[in-house]
């Protein structure tokens, strides 16, 4: 089973985000920030990163620099609600960015595309 | 010894040198509150009062793309008229403001003459061949041009308006650009333009160059902050709102997509109801920005409109280990104002000083009176205080400390305050804490003043 792990500091998001993705048989951790995040990817093996960027604490993009310093092979998502975050140098290293609607079905498709690679 | 020296353009004897007096009331009307085109009208004036100094005429291009065009024109009819020009400029104590006036008579009467045939004229800066006066302009370089007629550079069409043989064409430049061209001349007195007038023309014309790139300037960042500001609040709206219609959208088609599990459908709804609710608080903390709604201000009590917003739930689970001390002295007179925002305006306060506190820490608010007839309500908290960088903004939009906040709550409170003919004072120690005073106007004191 495909392991995800999904930063995210909205809890609702949280929440719909672990049930829809485990209905889609993925395993899914959700964590709060990226403080949380990177506790957790020290400990374990992912799949693939969701990130949101605007967190408090260190951000998205902060989290990303990181990560990649860390773990080169993982591929990232950023999942957020500004648009124009798309031209930031550094959410140019995610392999996929997706903006925040109503439904899920974007974010679901580019997690199937990214895994079936 | 110190001795402090307090100057002003109109300190200038009329034995002192004049070239003193022109640079002076140049370099001051950089600093005058009126519009680039008056104060350039200031600086051709300068140019053109009296004969002893300086010249008779003086005429403004300005260009607009790559295209000089012609502006204005000035100058005296006939050499008394430019001796009494002299004499307004000379009057011991004469204000801008004058200067300004009698500018602008002189350029009402000649809007039909001399000015309109001037605003034909156009010349393009980046088309070869150059004809003076867009030659000096694009070669950056002051022209003295004599002998004009026989001179086959100057354009005839622009020499029929001039009709003089001698003329000075003084660029306005200010790094790469080029604002604009000054032609000056001694049409009147037909005296022949010496080399000072040169050079002192020059420098005017550096000044002028450098007054304009700096209005300019002024005016550019000020559109770029006010662009930033309203740019910074279109994507914090922007995620604000995303976030509780993601969470709609997605528990929503939960629902839809769901068997009966009574349990689930409960919860989504409570879910889908509290994102509801975030959407309609991002509508009301934007209000501010909206037109705020107010009534004509009533006279109503104070103390109540107190109590209630300190019992308010939200309020209530924020002051968890944090002391609240209310005080109200008795018998307050009733206050101007809408209670409704008055009430809103002292609960983003109080939010705010409860944010701001550490747990063991107080938060004290108190009604008495104060000012003249008046009420005064303080807030006052134990927390980190505001820094002294940002204290004087702090009721400015936007400009928030804390992470999910849209700024605004300082802002609004300020407008509520001026809404009703108060005003707020703020008083902050970093590490101690901070103090809002709110005044207050009451019936009495608005009779009092009249």
């Not at chain 2, 983003?348 to 550490?358: F, I, M, R, S, Y």
């Not at chain 2, 009420?375 to 400390?401: C, H, M, N, W, Y």
Request: net charge negative; proline share 4%; with cysteine.
């Amino acid at each position: 089973m495909k392991k995800l792990l999904i930063v995210e500091d909205e809890k609702a998001l949280c929440l719909l985000y672990k049930e829809e993705l485990s209905r889609e048989g993925y395993d899914v951790t959700t964590v709060y920030d990226a403080e949380q995040a990177l506790a957790k990817l020290s400990q374990e093996h992912f799949d693939l990163i969701i990130t949101d960027i605007r967190m408090p604490g260190r951000d998205g993009v902060e989290l990303i620099t990181e990560i990649m310093g860390l773990r080169k092979d993982v591929p990232i998502i950023i999942n957020t609600a500004y648009q124009s975050y798309r031209e930031d140098f550094m959410t140019w290293a995610a392999d996929a960015y997706v903006v925040k609607s109503s439904s899920l079905d974007e974010l679901k498709a580019k997690i199937k595309e990214l895994m079936s690679r | 010894m110190i001795q402090e020296v307090q100057f002003s353009a109109s300190d200038f004897e009329k034995d002192e040198p004049k070239e003193l007096m022109l640079l002076s009331i140049i370099s001051q009307s950089f600093f005058q509150p009126f519009s680039i085109e008056d104060n350039l009208l200031v600086i051709l004036t300068a140019l053109t009062s009296g004969s002893g100094v300086g010249f008779n005429r003086a005429m403004l291009f300005r260009t607009s793309g790559e295209i000089l065009r012609g502006e204005l024109w000035l100058g005296p009819k006939s050499a008394e008229e430019a001796n009494s020009i002299w004499e307004v400029l000379s009057t011991p104590g004469i204000g801008y403001i004058e200067i300004i006036e009698h500018n602008r008579a002189l350029l009402r009467r000649e809007a039909d003459s001399l000015t309109k045939r001037i605003k034909a004229l156009a010349y393009p800066l980046d088309r070869e061949p150059l004809a003076i006066p867009a030659l000096p302009a694009a070669k950056r370089e002051v022209a003295w041009v004599k002998g004009a007629w026989a001179e086959p550079l100057v354009d005839k069409s622009f020499l029929n308006i001039l009709n003089v043989d001698e003329f000075l064409c003084v660029p306005l430049l200010s790094g790469d650009e080029i604002l604009g061209e000054v032609i000056l001349d001694n049409a009147i007195t037909r005296r022949p333009i010496e080399h000072k007038d040169v050079k002192l023309a020059s420098l005017c014309g550096l000044m002028a160059g450098n007054y304009m790139y700096t209005t300019a300037l002024h005016k550019k960042v000020v559109e770029m902050e006010r662009l930033a500001a309203l740019g910074e609040m279109a994507m914090f709206v922007m995620h604000q709102l995303r976030n509780p219609l993601a969470a709609i959208g997605g528990f929503t088609d939960q629902l839809l997509n769901s068997t009966n599990d009574e349990a689930r459908t409960r919860r989504n709804l409570d879910i889908i109801r509290k994102e509801i609710k975030r959407l309609e608080e991002v509508l009301f903390k934007l209000s501010p920005f909206l037109k705020l709604d107010m009534r004509k201000p009533i006279s109503f009590e104070l103390p109540p409109v107190v109590q209630a917003v300190l019992q308010s739930t939200n309020l209530q689970l924020k002051r968890e280990g944090i002391q609240i001390e209310v005080e109200m002295e008795a018998g307050l007179p009733e206050i101007l104002g809408d209670p409704t925002y008055v009430g809103e305006a002292l609960r983003n306060l109080v939010d705010n000083a409860l944010e701001a506190t550490p747990k063991g820490g107080c938060v004290s608010i108190r009604a008495g009176r104060g000012g003249k007839s008046g009420v005064v309500l303080t807030v006052q908290d134990t927390g980190q205080g505001v820094p002294e960088a940002i204290r004087e903004k702090i009721f400015e939009p936007f400009l928030s400390t804390k992470e999910k906040s849209l700024g605004v709550g300082l802002f609004y409170v300020k407008r509520v305050m001026d809404a009703c003919g108060g005003r707020i004072e703020v008083e902050s120690e970093p590490g101690k804490g901070t103090l809002f005073r709110l005044f207050f106007k009451t019936r009495d004191e608005r009779r009092e003043n009249g």
